[in-house]
């Protein structure tokens, strides 16, 4: 272990290839707030933080698992079993493994460790990754303003980084005023059909929220707008005469 860290601090080659792949990776995050790539880029962001996450902690789990029982049944071989070789089976490479188990005092045991590692970690976990990253990409995919949400969180980012004074001249420079005062910024001026299309759902989906949250308001005061007395205003029906 202190060899790798020597090797990693010592050697200038080494280090300027982490830093290739590390700029890569920063690159792909500049890259978010494209329409054509930007979901692809957040697909991927997403399997490796959470279906790979899951995945490897569970795959870990096994590995740990059958190596040691590999482990005790190769002692009765010449050839003692190397703890890496769980990993390289799970891989699909089983014949130099299987072929030396006759040689064990346990090829029975060893043979039915074998199946089972076999059926659960190289058939079972492998797919059910495979459907987890389907079903990731079938969510982000079903996010049309995906990217556009990724894109405003890059602006917000850099406009963080600079100080209000400058941030208000660089406002200046690129929007546009309006007739109350303000300035707008102008993204497009003509949209095709799809774009057309997708601005329409989105305002009706606004349009259903802003229904939704009036029908609230006026469910918790169901008075309010009929004009009606309240409970505690209106006369008892009966009032109790005086003696």
């Keep these: ?4 860290y020597s090797e990693f601090f010592d050697d200038s080659e080494v280090q300027e290839g982490v830093v290739v792949v590390v700029v890569a990776v920063v690159v792909t995050y500049e890259l978010l707030g494209f329409k054509t790539v930007g979901p692809f880029v957040t697909m991927i962001y997403t399997m490796l933080v959470g279906d790979l996450l899951r995945f490897v902690t569970i795959y870990f789990v096994f590995i740990m698992g059958f190596s040691q029982a590999y482990f005790i049944i190769f002692n009765s071989f010449h050839d003692t079993f190397d703890r890496n070789q769980c990993f390289i089976m799970s891989l699909g490479n089983f014949g130099d493994t299987y072929g030396t188990l006759d040689c064990t005092d346990h090829p029975t045991t060893g043979k039915t460790l074998f199946m089972v590692f076999t059926a659960i970690v190289s058939i079972l ?8 990253m389907g079903n990731t990409y079938e969510r982000i995919a079903e996010m049309k ?11 917000l980012v850099v406009e963080r980084g600079i100080s209000p004074e400058e941030r208000l001249k660089h406002l200046m420079a690129y929007s546009q005023p309006m007739s109350d005062g303000r300035r707008a910024l102008v993204l497009r001026l003509h949209q095709n059909d799809e774009e ?5 759902d989105i305002l ?18 169901p008075y309010e707008d009929s004009g009606d007395p309240t409970p505690r205003d209106a006369a008892p029906a009966n009032p109790a005469k005086k003696a």
């Design 1 to 4: 272990m202190m060899d790798a």
């Design 125 to 132: 976990l492998i797919n059910l990754l495979i459907a987890m």
């Design 145 to 155: 303003n995906e990217w556009m949400r990724q894109w405003a969180r890059i602006v």
């Design 196 to 200: 057309r299309e997708e601005m329409k």
């Design 204 to 221: 009706d989906m606004k349009r259903v929220h802003n229904k939704y949250v009036q029908r609230r308001k006026n469910r918790k005061n």
